[in-house]
């Protein structure tokens, strides 16, 4: 029987394991310094935090969320997104405020796979949770241009709106309500179904004739009370101290309940129609429908997968085995032992280094060796041995050079 991978996931390979470390390590120098420190949450949670959090008239609990019961009887989720998870975990354990979190976990939504994106995937994420000031807003999105610009995303351009408050809103989503009652028979079966449930939500459609026609919607901008057109202008000033490059879009919306103000996505236009790479904003009201105190909080979220294939490009996720700095290459049963202890030696110094142990004259060897993609290999027989001279190989101008242990280490080490 043959078996494959369930749609929508994929197997992670050397070479992009390997982008993904480098890429978390990118995030953590960037992140400690700011102040964030890591967080972890279970896999799965009770279905009804994200039913309660994320919105129920959202996609992810009304169609994506893989929703299950346990033996006990209990209604559970697997993990759709991360900032519910993070703000019940701040208030379960009584984390102090202000707190900066950051985490590396793996999401899971039931929807439609895309290039790039997938029903398993793996998200970063910076929460900045107590702290409402607009500078907050400005340092977060400039962390998040320092972060994807040092990862060498190219073409990067930044969307930013404000949604407003409790305040200002209701006045514009019945503005808003009004207009789609007038359009409802040109909307498509979504945007008809959102504008009763979130008419926010139409902005999200990729509809053309949806598209055609929001373009003459009210804008949330023109509504916005003093206090948040106030903010999103201390935002915006934030961002020219840096001279952040950016885009106002007031019809960018984000696709979650808890959202308010500020809201911001990172795009690159490399990655085409889905060229959104991490997406973020303000939600000042999620501690308090999650039953804790009114505390403001600001967070984004990107999924490493857009990250890299927008940063390194599709070779990242090909399924070549990554090189081999040092193979050695044993001639003889005498040699095989020698080059066990020899492995050891030579990756105490810091050096990568492996050993073809497979029996064979030396031209067998340097086959399997260019087929393990091997860059340079170190020739061990029964004459290396007794001289303590060893021949080193490259492997890709083919040139030889004989060498002592000493001048071989010295060698290596400063290459």
Known sequence: MKFRRV??????????????????????????????????????????????????????????????????????????????????????????????????????????PQKGRYREHTQIGAEIIGEGDPQIDAELVKIGFDLFTSIGIHEMFIELNSIGCRECRPGYIKKLKDFLVQHADELCDDCRLRAERNPLRVFDCKQKSCQRILSDAPLQTDYLCPGCADHFSQVKAGLDIFQIPYEENPRLVRGLDYYSRTVVEFKSRELGAQDTVCGGGRYDYLMQEMGGPAT?????????????LASRGEDVFSSVQPGIPLLLLPLGDKAKPYCLDLLFKLREKGIGVQAEFRSGGLSRQLKRADSRNAEKVLIVGDKEIESGSFIVRDMGTGEQEELTFDELISGLVNT
């Not at 519910?84 to 354990?93: F, G, K, W, Y």
């Open 7 to 112: 749609k929508g996931t994929r197997d992670v390979l050397p070479r992009e394991a390997a982008a993904r470390r480098e890429l978390e390590e990118k995030v953590f120098e960037l992140l400690a310094p700011a102040g964030f420190h890591p967080v972890l949450t279970p896999t799965f949670e009770h279905y009804e935090l994200y039913k309660r959090s994320t919105g129920e008239s959202s996609d992810i609990v009304i169609k994506e969320m893989y929703r299950f019961q346990d033996m006990g009887g209990r209604d559970l989720a697997l993990r759709p997104e991360g900032t519910p998870s993070v703000m019940r975990a701040v208030l379960e354990n009584s984390i102090k405020l202000p707190a900066r979190l950051w985490y590396v976990m793996p999401m899971f939504r039931q929807d439609k």
């Open 296 to 308: 403001p909080a600001i967070g984004f979220a990107f999924g490493v997968e857009r990250a890299l």
